[in-house]
């Protein structure tokens, strides 16, 4: 069995929440000796925000696709991806109501984007008809409200 070259520290932390039975259990293993366990951890946690927003940037945005042989093709692709993103951002930033400001993309597309609705022809008007079962309803209209509000 090998072990390692030199030596690492290894820092652990157990936490339990308030409203749940088990513990939850996390280790780090670092190489830096200078740094207390708490703010290790701090580090770390800030860490998992941001490769959240990669995971959202790629698998909500399709930031990662590059369908086309050509360079400017797939990089105007990503240029509108990043520009979607940044709307994105401002509109949780801006119009969401509080407390939903950290849904991700593929949240708001099945709470807010994606609602059942049927378009009626009716004497030279065109009526859009939402679904009355929706269940996200109070979030879209709360949503809607703070949008007219701005």
Same mark, same amino acid.
């Given at each position: 069995m090998?072990?390692?070259?030199? +030596?690492y520290? &290894?820092?652990?932390?157990i936490?339990?929440n *308030?409203d749940?039975?088990? @513990?939850?259990?996390? *280790? ?5 000796t ?9 580090a @770390?946690? !800030?860490?998992?925000? &941001?490769?959240?927003n990669i995971k959202?940037t790629?698998l909500?945005f399709?930031? $990662?696709k590059?369908? =086309?042989? $050509?360079?400017?093709?797939n ?5 509108? =991806? ?9 509109? %949780?930033?801006?119009?969401?109501p509080?407390g ?15 609602? +059942?609705? &049927?378009?009626? %022809?009716h004497?030279?008007k ?18 809607l409200?703070?949008? !007219?509000a701005?």
């Open positions: 090998d072990t390692w070259s030199k +030596p520290r &290894v820092v652990a932390r936490t339990r *308030c749940k039975i088990f @513990y939850q259990y996390e *280790c780090v293993v670092t190489r830096l200078s740094i207390s366990a708490a703010d290790l951890f701090k @770390y946690d !800030q860490r998992d925000i &941001v490769e959240n959202e790629k909500g399709y930031l $990662d590059t369908n =086309s042989h $050509d360079y400017l093709a990089t105007f692709r990503m240029l509108f =991806s990043a520009l979607a993103y940044n709307i994105v951002q401002v509109f %949780k930033q801006s119009v969401l509080t939903k400001h950290d849904f991700q993309i593929t949240t708001l597309r099945l709470r807010l984007f994606q609602i +059942p609705a &049927v378009l009626v %022809k004497a030279r065109f009526i859009l008809k939402l679904s009355s079962n929706n269940i996200f309803d109070n979030f879209y209209w709360e949503t409200a703070r949008r !007219q701005l």
